[in-house]
């Protein structure tokens, strides 16, 4: 069988999913079945793959499927929470005092806040976050899902306190030989580093410039009585300032610090910068824009969760105190992330599984504490008694909360599955690389010189497979390198794009945008997403391969282990 049919055929399930759910608008608890079929029936019978993996690997994902569900009944039970103590009322108040224009909101729930999440959280957090707060201010529940995966971008490479980087590019690569070149050419494995970090936080600066613009026109053309482009043009020069807020001091961040807190300072900085210069309509236009009434909006706006505010007990909470949690839950996150005697003491509290149906390699655990799910649940019973919520108020929450899940579970107990039958499919009885990887073989061989341009897309490919940005680098990041070794050009700033695709990849990732959706009640309305975050990652990697192919072949970037 040629490897071009090989390839075909890896890819067969992802270009399923992509059809199904884009182009015929198959709602994901029907498509996802189908493609985690194909996909055992391909590992099995192309590839060799024994049945054992594929049960190993199948289990292994319902493992990661409860991690994430964990997630998101945090995420819906604070919001929940806020709703109930009257938290909620108060933030959304405290919004429209700052402005209530939406162009502006976006920008500081979204990109900013948003931003700040994903650099304590990573993980899909963020839209888990952001999207049910951006639904109790007045958004619909389609734009709030949307706006969520499309700040899965910039901010994401430095997710989870530099996890992506710190962990799936220092892992995927092959660390012990590298630095015995690196040692070679009178460098080190540090400063090897410390390029790729700078290198891709550069990269997601120059094309995050346009990003809270890009939120800010989707709003407009989707979501806007006019159905226009251009409708949010007048508000530009605040959007771009909204970007420089966050990309100099993330740029700043990892150059200077390390990939540890680019996406915390760029999203905490940005967000005072921004809040202040809305208080005092700075580059605001005196035009201000809102939704229609939701009277007039399309039932597929609306999501299955209930945030309405009108029906329950009238408390009022100081802004200070409605604000507390989510605070709250940014520095616990930040803690744990980065005092290791804390982080261990909650990592504790975690159910392990080795070896899963004997299978070396094929493990899985659920951090009951340390995963954002975790947390959330800790931060919900905090809140409980510090804004002195009634025992009925709370128990509406937990039951709200858990009426959520039961689509989300039935969706995501066949997309991880699959995506862990795909990644694991590199050890069989054919000799075949692993379906991800033998794919972007495939591209590298047949694109030849130019495949700079096509370097992040491999990375978008891996994170929309596993729905990480961590998974994708530590899949491909090796593979990325040694291309870039053939090639003779620059290793490091080829292992950047991998990292700056797969950070792409992920606003379109199938089980991110799942996840997303149940938070808002939005299940059986993934393609709609998808459809329109299509665009910004289009653009993202147009723009990063274009930028690679520039520092490769016109400027001439190089590192220690170019071959020249």
């Known amino acids: ?7 075909l055929l890896a890819f067969l399930p992802i270009l399923s999913a992509g059809v199904l759910l ?18 055992v029936v391909i590992a099995l019978f192309v590839w060799g793959v024994s049945a054992n993996r594929v049960i190993a690997s199948s289990l ?3 493992i990661q499927t409860i991690g994430l569900l964990w997630i998101i009944f945090g995420a819906i039970l604070l919001l929940n929470t806020l709703k109930h103590s009257g938290a909620i009322s108060t933030i959304r108040a405290g919004f429209t005092s700052i402005s209530p224009d939406r162009r502006v909101q976006v920008i500081l729930i979204a990109w900013l806040f948003g931003s700040f999440i994903e650099g304590a959280s990573g993980f899909g957090t963020p839209a888990a976050v952001a999207a049910p707060l951006m639904v109790a201010v007045g958004f619909p529940a389609m734009a709030a899902v949307v706006f969520g995966m499309m700040i899965q971008s910039t901010p994401v490479s430095f997710g989870a306190v530099g996890t992506p980087l710190i962990v799936g590019v220092q892992t995927g690569l092959d660390q012990a030989a590298i630095t015995a070149r690196l040692t070679e050419a009178g460098s080190s494995w540090q400063a090897f580093f410390h ?8 990269i997601h600066a120059i094309c995050g410039t346009l990003m809270p613009l890009f939120l800010i026109v989707v709003m407009t053309r989707f979501f806007g009585r006019n159905k226009s482009w251009t409708e949010g043009l007048s508000i530009a020069p605040f959007a771009i300032l909204g970007a420089f807020a966050m990309t100099i001091p993330y740029v700043a961040s990892a150059v200077f610090l390390g990939a540890e807190f680019p996406s915390l300072i760029g999203g905490l900085v940005g967000l005072a910068l921004m809040t202040a210069a809305a208080r005092a309509r700075f580059l605001i236009p005196k035009d201000s824009w809102d939704f229609a009434p939701p009277s ?16 329950l007990a009238k408390r009022t909470i100081p802004l200070a105190l409605a604000w507390a949690p989510y605070v ?39 951090p009951i504490l340390f995963s954002p799910g975790g947390l959330l649940v800790l931060v919900c019973l905090l809140t409980f008694f510090l804004h002195r919520m009634s025992f009925s108020g709370f128990a509406r929450a937990v039951h709200e909360s858990t009426g959520t899940l039961l689509g989300a579970g039935f969706v995501l107990i066949f997309t991880v599955p699959m995506v862990r039958v795909m990644i694991n499919s590199g050890v069989n009885a054919s000799g075949f690389d692993s379906m991800p990887v033998l794919v972007a073989e495939w591209v590298s061989t047949q694109v030849g010189a130019v495949y700079p341009f096509f370097a992040p897309s491999i990375g978008a490919l891996g994170a929309f497979l596993a729905g990480s940005n961590t998974v994708s680098n530590l899949m491909l990041s090796q593979f990325q390198f040694s291309v870039a070794q053939g090639l003779g050009i620059s290793s490091a700033l080829m292992v950047a794009g991998q990292s700056v695709g797969a950070a792409a990849g992920n606003m379109i990732a199938i089980h991110n945008v799942v996840a997303a959706s149940a938070t808002v ?12 975050t299509i665009l910004p990652t289009i653009y993202y990697l147009c723009l ?17 282990l170019t071959v020249r």
Not at 195 to 202: G, K
Not at 544 to 560: A, H, K, M, N, S
């Open 1 to 7: 069988m040629s490897t071009g049919l090989l390839a």
């Open 22 to 39: 884009i182009g015929f608008r198959i709602p994901a608890r029907i498509v996802m079945p189908i493609t985690y079929a194909m996909a």
């Open 60 to 62: 292994q994902g319902l």
């Open 195 to 202: 390029v790729i970090t700078s290198e891709v936080a550069i």
């Open 296 to 311: 007039e909006w399309p039932k597929e706006w609306f999501g299955a969760v209930d945030i309405k505010l009108d029906n």
């Open 328 to 366: 709250i839950l940014a520095v616990v996150l930040v803690i744990s992330r980065t005092i290791p005697s804390i982080g261990s003491a909650l990592k504790a509290a975690t159910v392990p599984v080795v070896g899963i149906m004997g299978e070396t390699g094929i493990n899985g655990d659920f």
């Open 521 to 532: 009640g939005l299940l059986g309305r993934e393609g709609a997403t998808l459809r329109i």
């Open 544 to 560: 990063t391969g274009l930028i690679l192919v520039l520092g490769f072949y016109v400027f001439g970037l190089g590192d220690p």
